[in-house]
């Protein structure tokens, strides 16, 4: 997941696919849903107005509050301390009526990205992923959450047995600490190509059987990484989740991610995400709606070209979830963009 306070930010988230549960995997839960696409989750990370959000959030139909803040030590073994504040945003999403989630990331603030290097330190060795699943059962059980969601990004392809084993011994240890019914969930880097999902360190139908739901990123198609374009094209994510079903993962399990932002790209644009009602604003008129893509577009006045998610981008992919008999829909985040109204 992009995260709002990057060293980027600091300078200025159809067709009826099989479905059913593998073998050996998740017991049926209500949080994982019978597949009517009605599930919503979404993310916040502590911050200013954010318990605003997340009261908002939930009143307009969030059923899983994802709190970002565990974050893995840059060389893999342990976590490092959590941001003030996670505690009363789990407080407030419970107190709601939401479940609640911790997210566990290996985003390094040294880089400003995702480290690598710092997962694979984890995922291949036993006594760092031992104690990073003491510590995160400790974390969830501390903050009252009712789940932990793994969010291990640009990983390798060395990396996928590790990573099936981190789940199933973390999801063992939820269960030992927290109860039958807690969760371990996954937000996954998205492809459409099913050796670019082993390449990023995915084995789908091996991780299939230790988790209860997988979020899909299904935005940041494209970014200040690359040229311009979509954040996340319905075609694009809807041929995502047919790739991952087709690898393993039940359809009623997975969550259809859904950007609150955009980018821009040219002369002095950088890597920041812009939120939707800001890319609006600098758009104006010249605002363009693709109901190919389901996003907005718009060439602004200096030459930038800037592409963006908004409410009615989170309207169309709740749709798309409800045709694709997924689980329902994740919003990064809500520190950029509000939850819509139905």
Same mark, same amino acid.
């Given at each position: ?5 990057t060293a980027a930010t600091t300078v200025a988230v159809a067709a009826l696919l099989l479905s059913g549960c593998s073998a050996g995997g998740p017991a049926d839960r209500s949080a994982v849903g ?9 993310y916040v990370e502590p911050g200013r107005g954010a318990a605003e959000r997340v009261r908002t959030a939930v009143d307009r139909g969030a059923t899983v509050i994802g709190v970002d803040g565990a ?18 945003? #789990?407080? #407030? ?13 290996? $985003? ?27 510590? %995160? ?46 969760? *371990? ?11 670019? $999902? ?8 091996? %991780? ?6 997988? *979020? ?32 393993? #993962? @039940? ?5 259809v991610g859904v950007a609150g932002y955009g980018y821009a790209w040219g002369a002095g644009s950088d890597a920041a995400p812009i939120p939707a009602a800001a890319a609006a604003r600098l758009a ?29 981008? $989170? ?10 008999? #997924?689980?329902? *829909? ?9 939850? @819509?109204?139905?």
């Amino acid at each position: 997941m992009r995260r709002v306070t990057t060293a980027a930010t600091t300078v200025a988230v159809a067709a009826l696919l099989l479905s059913g549960c593998s073998a050996g995997g998740p017991a049926d839960r209500s949080a994982v849903g019978g597949g009517d696409g009605s599930a919503v989750e979404g993310y916040v990370e502590p911050g200013r107005g954010a318990a605003e959000r997340v009261r908002t959030a939930v009143d307009r139909g969030a059923t899983v509050i994802g709190v970002d803040g565990a974050a893995l030590s840059d060389d893999g073994t342990h976590l490092l301390e959590t941001p003030d504040g996670l505690g009363d945003l #789990v407080g #407030v999403a419970a107190d709601a009526g939401a479940t609640t989630e911790v997210l566990f990331s290996n $985003y390094s603030s040294a880089v400003g990205d995702f480290s690598p290097e710092g997962a694979t330190a984890l995922l291949s060795s036993v006594a760092n992923r031992e104690r990073v699943v003491g510590q %995160l059962v400790d974390l969830a059980a501390e903050l009252g959450t009712d789940g932990v969601q793994i969010d291990l990004e640009s990983m390798r392809d060395q990396d996928r047995d590790g990573l099936v084993a981190f789940a199933r011994e973390l999801r063992a240890a939820v269960h030992d600490r927290l109860g039958d019914r807690a969760e *371990v969930s996954i937000a996954m880097m998205s492809s459409t190509d099913p050796a670019e $999902y082993r390449d990023r360190g995915y084995d789908l139908d091996r %991780l299939a059987e230790h988790l209860d739901r997988v *979020v899909l990123m299904t935005y940041d198609q494209h970014g200040p990484w690359g040229g311009p374009g979509t954040i996340g094209a319905l075609s694009w994510a809807q041929e995502a989740v047919r790739t991952a079903v087709d690898g393993g #993962v @039940p359809a009623e399990r997975i969550d259809v991610g859904v950007a609150g932002y955009g980018y821009a790209w040219g002369a002095g644009s950088d890597a920041a995400p812009i939120p939707a009602a800001a890319a609006a604003r600098l758009a104006g008129d010249g605002a363009e709606w693709s109901d190919r893509t389901g996003e907005w577009s718009a060439t602004l006045d200096d030459g930038r070209a800037l592409h963006w998610s908004d409410a009615r981008s $989170y309207e169309v992919r709740r749709d798309l979830a409800r045709e694709l008999g #997924v689980h329902g *829909v994740a919003l990064w985040s809500l520190n950029l963009s509000p939850l @819509p109204a139905d």
